[in-house]
């Protein structure tokens, strides 16, 4: 398999568009306020939600991808370099796991929608975004010990600093997000105005939601040179049954 730096480019356009065009339509069609509503806010309403929910599997399939060949190429180095196996240890394939978990919290949100599963929505929100968070704080951590060898120290800092920005606005997100809705008094917060309470509160939480999930998507992208470097041969067969 090779071209593997398609794989964060198609992470990357992919999620962005489905943002960006669900939130248009959803304006569009008049089902939110042209203000800063939540993502999955745009996406509540047919015909939005049912293209949000397509595009994000689309997404989280390749996703999936991506986390899997970051495991084997660093499965690799820590193989042709003992230095390396011995200063991340077993992280690497917990890294896979809580990736994994990031991504199928992403699946959830996107086929979960808030008016109609409100519990299993915020319980998908949680996971794409609290263990994507950390998944990125493993993968800035392992950047450290795999460079010079495939990265750089530079990379290994931006990945750093794009863990502790998604940090920092997840806390916002949630904080704000509790706040807000504790606040509110209107009748449909996917049309939240100013009158309708905990609009300062909302509009911070919405905002700091589209900086965590823009965030997401530029660290994907971070693998793109990385990935450009390597190719991943197809899974041997070990044994074929016969039929006769």
Same mark, same amino acid.
């Given at each position: 398999?090779?071209?593997?730096?398609?794989?964060?480019?198609?992470?990357?356009?992919?999620?962005?568009?489905?943002?960006?065009?669900? =939130?248009?339509? #959803?304006?569009?069609?008049?089902?939110?306020?042209?203000?800063? !509503?939540?993502?999955?806010? #745009?996406?509540?309403?047919?015909?939005?939600? @049912?293209?949000?929910?397509?595009? /994000?599997?689309?997404?989280?399939?390749?996703?999936?991808?991506?986390?899997?060949?970051?495991?084997?190429?660093?499965?690799?180095?820590?193989?042709?370099?003992?230095?390396?196996?011995?200063?991340?240890?077993?992280?690497?394939?917990?890294?896979?796991?809580?990736?994994?978990?990031? @991504?199928?919290?992403?699946? /959830?949100?996107?086929?979960?929608?808030?008016?109609? &599963? %409100? !519990? &299993?929505?915020?319980?998908?929100?949680?996971?794409?975004?609290?263990?994507?968070?950390?998944?990125?704080?493993?993968?800035?951590? /392992?950047?450290?010990?795999?460079?010079? =060898?495939?990265?750089?120290?530079?990379?290994?800092?931006? %990945?750093?600093?794009?863990?502790?920005? @998604?940090?920092?606005?997840? /806390?916002?997100?949630? &904080?704000?997000?509790?706040?807000?809705?504790?606040?509110?008094?209107?009748?449909?917060? %996917?049309?939240?105005?100013?009158?309708?309470?905990?609009?300062?509160?909302?509009?911070?939480?919405?905002?700091?939601?589209?900086?965590?999930?823009?965030?997401? @998507?530029?660290?994907?992208?971070?693998?793109?040179?990385?990935? %450009?470097?390597?190719?991943?041969?197809?899974? !041997?067969?070990?044994?074929?049954?016969? =039929?006769?």
């Amino acid at each position: 398999m090779s071209k593997l730096y398609l794989l964060p480019i198609s992470v990357f356009l992919m999620f962005n568009f489905t943002f960006i065009g669900t =939130y248009i339509a #959803a304006v569009l069609q008049g089902h939110v306020v042209p203000t800063v !509503p939540y993502i999955s806010d #745009a996406a509540t309403y047919s015909p939005e939600s @049912c293209v949000f929910g397509q595009l /994000i599997s689309i997404g989280c399939v390749l996703l999936g991808i991506t986390i899997y060949v970051r495991l084997r190429q660093i499965q690799e180095i820590s193989l042709r370099h003992p230095d390396v196996q011995v200063a991340i240890g077993r992280i690497n394939g917990s890294a896979f796991w809580v990736g994994m978990g990031s @991504c199928l919290g992403v699946s /959830i949100v996107g086929n979960f929608q808030e008016t109609n &599963v %409100r !519990p &299993v929505h915020y319980v998908g929100a949680f996971l794409a975004f609290g263990l994507g968070t950390v998944y990125y704080w493993m993968q800035a951590y /392992i950047s450290y010990y795999v460079q010079p =060898y495939v990265g750089s120290m530079v990379k290994a800092h931006v %990945r750093l600093a794009i863990a502790a920005i @998604c940090t920092v606005f997840f /806390i916002i997100v949630a &904080v704000t997000g509790i706040i807000s809705h504790i606040l509110f008094n209107g009748t449909d917060p %996917r049309k939240w105005y100013p009158s309708d309470g905990g609009w300062e509160y909302h509009v911070a939480s919405s905002i700091s939601e589209w900086i965590v999930a823009t965030a997401f @998507c530029f660290y994907i992208l971070t693998f793109t040179d990385e990935f %450009r470097l390597m190719q991943l041969d197809h899974p !041997p067969v070990s044994s074929i049954a016969i =039929y006769s």
